[in-house]
């Protein structure tokens, strides 16, 4: 039996700004994990991912990451994808200064 | 100390007027990332997990005051209030937008300084003595030469595109405070017959293949560097690999083709360039020394230095750690932690940029130094103004006196901040020196040096560390593994590893029980860690580090 294929999101860095952002189903991009879109079809995800790359102008280093679906929608399963949905440990700095950043 | 010229001026202003116009480009899209990349990293900008990091070289790790305050400006203005000095003699900055970084770039043009070739494969930002035309054991200064080898190797043609990063430090002292034997190439000044010049070694690095430099030419005039460095960089650009990313170094280059061989084909380029060179940069040399003659250092005698020692117990155990030797008898090196207790190592605020820019000014020659191992360093500081430097220092949180001791750790980013880490290399920092400083032990266990890298890149050097940490995953966990008895003086030596790792909750307890074997196997209180280790080995060491291991056995 093919094994399920694991939910995927695309994320990449803001080209202006450096941060982090995410694909949503609308083909824009936000700051926030919870508005990624959800990628369940592996055909589906490498086309979105093929998208998102398009998008030169836009992005740098479009990538798929694995997420875990929870009560909010999509959670990181790596810990370096926490770390992105976070910011750095040391101090409080990058996203969790403002959780739930209006769409760029 | 040396300003830059209007050549120095015009070629940067140059340089960032078409770094502007490539960011712009980048920007409308007419460059893509994969040719932006190398571009932008040529001038020290990479892309990191939450922002763009701007790597700004600090030469030989000199700086005046106002460059300091104009790094404490640029930190207020395009970042984050702060900046993190690096193992290599680099301030980087975690948090600029690319749109902003073309200003911040003509801001630091004005301070003279520059991120010039502090990425991509040349030669980097040449590193030195922290104590330089300081350090009472020194033979001579080595900025000068420093700057030398920065003015050569920048933008040299030829050396745009090497196999790999060429790494250089020099030191003009004995002991080696410039980790001159981890660098691709060292460079030791050392006198023969009253001669002064150099012992040249190759091929030292960290990294996956870490390998401790071995000596191309025992004596190398002093009027020969440039064209000898121009033979080894010719010889490395021809036989480095650039077929595999890993083996491209020239550590890997001397291991495959043999020291000798290496040697062999360096001495016979070098009969060319030495024709070449016309004796130019022998003049530059002088000009360039002239700029670091030594301060006007005063006269004026000592006893409120020697009253303090005897009234305040702070300032006492502050002098005992972080004061050493200065040429000068009635002046002292003064080392400035930034490793306070429970913060991020090599991290300074823009307000502590400040304060130790009008300390410099003030108490210090207007010279500051930043080392590798992170701290902040005031070359030329006289006695007797130590009890008020100490005072300002300790109102603004930067009299932690620890230099040397198990808190003054060095560590990199790690997964903190950088794309390449594999674990968090900062908060296992930050555990363990609250946790000694909680137990009061760090002035009894004494010199002892802590390293942490976030991956096999090895950035915090730990494999040169009396105890290194480096943080890697396990099956989607950070592990953390323990090597021991590493060096990076003139006793270059590489760390030995322990066995597995351990996880995130069980490193501090690990890095204790290692600690409190020492002080129960040290033949006396004199005898250091590192001494201890290379008298008993790794066995009882690695006892304290796995008990369940010897249960298991018994
Ligand atoms: C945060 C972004 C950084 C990146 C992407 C980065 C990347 C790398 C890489 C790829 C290597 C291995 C090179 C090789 O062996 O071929 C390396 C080595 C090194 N880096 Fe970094 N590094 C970063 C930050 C730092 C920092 C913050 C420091 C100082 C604290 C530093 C100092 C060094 C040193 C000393 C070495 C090892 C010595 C050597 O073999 O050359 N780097 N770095
Ligand atoms: S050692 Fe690894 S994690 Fe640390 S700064 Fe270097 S590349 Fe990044």
Redesign the interface.
Known sequence: MKRPYSPKIVTA?D??????IYQTAEDGWSRALPEAEILCDEAHAQLRLIEAERQ??RI??AYLAEVAIGENGPEPV???ED??RA?????F???QENPRQPRP | MYRHTEFDRGFLAARNAQFRAQVERRLNGSLSEDEFKPLRLMNGLYLQLHAYMLRVAIPYGTLSGAQMRALADIADRWDRGYGHFTTRQNIQFNWPRLIDVPDMLDALAEAGLHSVQTSGNTVRNVTSDHFAGAAADEIADPRPVAELIRQWSTDHPEFQFLARKFKIAVTGSARDRAATRINDLGLRIVTRNGEQGFEVSIGGGLGRTPMIGRVLREFLPRADLLPYLEAVLGVYNRLGRRDNKFKARIKITVHEHGLDHVRDLVERRFALTRAAFGGADQDRLERIAADFAPPALRRAPTGAFDRACRSDPVFRAWADTNLSAHRDPGHTIVTVSLKAHGATPGDASSGQMRLLADLAERYGHDELRISHEQNVILPHVHKSDLPALHAALRAHGLATANIGLISDIIACPGMDYCALATARSIPVAQQIATRFDELRLEHEIGPLKIRISGCINACGHHHVAHIGILGLERAGVETYQITLGGDGTETAMLGERTGPGFSAGDILAAIERLVMAYLDLRAERSETFLQTYRRLGPAPFREALYPEARADAA
């Open positions: 860095s080209l202006a700004v450096g941060d982090v030169q102008n740098v280093g790596h810990f370096r770390f992105r910011g750095p440990s040391n101090y700095h990058g996203k």
